[in-house]
């Protein structure tokens, strides 16, 4: 007996899925799961995420009001101010991420993944020898 759970999708069945959300797959083929799908959302954004990350309510971040600026603005903000950050989702996960550079040969680096199961910190240092 197959459990729901580990249901797997093939491409008509994604497709009908993120069409009854008001979504369409603008991908030809579904690998999987986590695998990226390009997806247009109701108003017209463009996003690459993975069916996993729809599934689990990550759809479009543009949508999101609390996302004003693209990823691109903001990173090239905090770059000139020797800040980078970075948010977005991979495989299906949550990643968060900063670096900063402290001194001109020294950045520090934070990353933080939230998996279904798996949470995870990161945290490192650079140093640059001249
Ligand atoms: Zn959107």
């Known amino acids: 007996m197959e459990c729901p759970k ?3 999708w093939n491409f008509q069945e994604v497709f009908n899925y993120i069409k009854s959300f ?3 797959l603008l991908s030809t083929e579904y690998k999987g799961i986590n695998t990226r799908i390009k ?3 109701p108003q017209g ?3 690459e995420k993975s ?3 729809f599934l689990s309510g990550y759809r479009c971040l543009k949508c999101c009001g609390s996302e004003k600026h693209s990823y691109e603005y903001i990173e090239k903000k905090f ?3 020797d800040l980078t950050m970075r948010m977005g989702t991979w495989n299906g996960t949550l990643t968060m991420g ?3 550079q402290i001194i001109p040969n020294f950045r520090f680096d934070y990353g933080y993944y939230a998996g279904d199961l798996v949470k995870e910190h990161y945290v490192g ?3 640059t020898f001249d």
Do not use: A, L, P, S
């Open 6 to 8: 580990y249901h797997r």
């Open 22 to 24: 008001g979504y369409e």
């Open 39 to 41: 997806i247009k959302c």
């Open 45 to 47: 954004h463009i996003t």
């Open 51 to 53: 069916f996993n990350g």
């Open 79 to 81: 770059i000139e101010n």
């Open 98 to 100: 900063f670096g900063m």
């Open 125 to 127: 240092g650079h140093y």
